[in-house]
């Protein structure tokens, strides 16, 4: 059985910085890609950033590029996303998922789901 695990959420100020975590298990790892996703109150759930099984391919949503980096240890089954200069707009619940093969911003295209963790960005 496929399962992910999001951590690292939490509430932090504007300008802050939060580093989340995707811990899984049940599959080849390193056959796999992860995304990272987002749903805000009354929102869609939206695309962030994803990375390729190996690493090598990453790609982040317009509003998070140049404060998220996206990065995976292929020896823990762990992504990682780093969250610098938070803003009260990146406030959602974050979700990782992963799909067998390319790296996409689709949430569509994603098989397996973690919980979510909730991140605050407030003063």
């Known amino acids: 059985e496929v399962q992910l695990q999001a951590s690292g959420g939490g509430l932090v100020q504007p300008g802050g910085s939060l580093r989340l975590s995707c811990a899984a298990s049940?599959?080849?790892?390193?056959?796999?890609?992860i995304g990272w996703f987002r749903q805000a109150p009354g929102k869609e759930r939206e695309g962030v950033s994803c990375i390729s099984s190996r690493g090598d391919t990453t790609y982040y949503a317009d509003f998070v590029k140049g404060r998220f980096t996206i990065s995976r240890d292929n020896a823990k089954n762990t992504v990682y996303l780093q969250m610098d200069s938070l803003k009260p707009e990146d406030t959602a619940v974050y979700y990782c998922a992963t799909r067998w093969g390319l790296a996409l911003m689709d949430p569509e295209s994603y098989e397996y789901w973690g919980q979510g963790t909730l991140v605050t960005v407030s003063s």
């Open positions: 049940g599959l080849t790892f390193d056959d796999y890609a």
